[in-house]
C-alpha cells in the first residue's frame, strides 16, 4: 500500500494530487484532471457539489504537505468508478487528534463502501506520527452515519457547533483502541 493508494477489498482510496485538487476546486468540469487515471467520475462527485474543497484546498494552498491528509477519492475497484471521497480535516492536531469526513453517492450507501473507507483511513492514519485520537462528527439525523460510527466501536463524547452543517455529534476512538480493536492478531 503506497501513501497515493490505500486498498480494501472492493475499493481504491486515490490520493488527489495538489495540482489536481486546486484544479477540480477552481475547474470542476475540467476533465485533465482524469486523464491518465485508471478511474472515472460518472457520478461527478466534487463536480456539481464541492464538499470539503473549500476547506482543504486553502490549507493546502498555505502548506501543500498537507495534503497527504486531504483528499481521496473512493473508487469501486470492479468497475473503476468514484463513487465518494473521504479526507481528514487536517493533520494531527496539539493533542493528535484527527477528525474525518466523508462522502458516498446515494446509490451506493448501505452497502459497506463507507465502512471500508474509514478503516482504511484510519488504519493508515494510526501508523502516522502523533496521532492519538481518532474523530468522527455527524449530524444527529443522520442515522446511518451514527450507525456506521457505532458499529466501529467509537464512543460518543459530546457536541459541537460546525459553521456550516450546525450542531454535530462527536465520537471519538484512540489509536491504540482502535489498534487493539482491528490490528491485534
Not at 480535516?89 to 487528534?97: F, L, V
Amino acid at each position: 500500500m503506497t501513501e497515493a493508494i490505500l486498498e480494501t477489498e472492493r475499493l481504491s482510496l486515490h490520493l488527489i494530487s495538489v495540482d489536481d485538487l486546486i484544479t477540480l476546486f477552481e475547474e470542476p468540469t475540467n476533465m485533465s484532471i482524469y486523464e491518465g487515471k485508471p478511474f472515472t467520475n460518472p457520478h461527478r462527485v466534487l463536480m456539481d457539489d464541492s464538499g470539503p474543497l473549500p476547506w482543504r484546498v486553502p490549507q493546502m494552498k498555505v502548506d501543500p504537505s498537507l495534503n497527504i491528509w486531504f483528499v481521496r477519492w473512493v473508487v469501486v475497484k470492479e468497475s473503476q468508478e468514484i463513487i465518494g471521497s473521504i479526507s481528514f480535516h487536517g493533520a494531527p492536531d496539539s493533542t493528535g487528534m484527527v477528525e474525518i469526513g466523508l462522502g458516498i453517492e446515494k446509490s451506493f450507501r448501505n452497502q459497506g463502501f463507507g465502512f471500508e473507507a474509514l478503516m482504511a483511513m484510519w488504519r493508515w492514519a494510526i501508523e502516522k506520527p502523533r496521532v492519538e485520537t481518532l474523530r468522527y462528527t455527524v449530524s444527529a439525523t443522520n442515522f446511518a452515519s451514527v450507525r456506521l460510527v457505532e458499529k466501529f466501536g467509537f464512543v460518543h463524547v459530546g457536541q459541537q457547533l460546525d459553521e456550516i452543517d450546525g450542531p454535530e455529534e462527536m465520537y471519538e476512538m484512540s489509536a491504540t483502541d482502535f489498534r487493539t480493536r482491528y490490528l491485534s492478531f
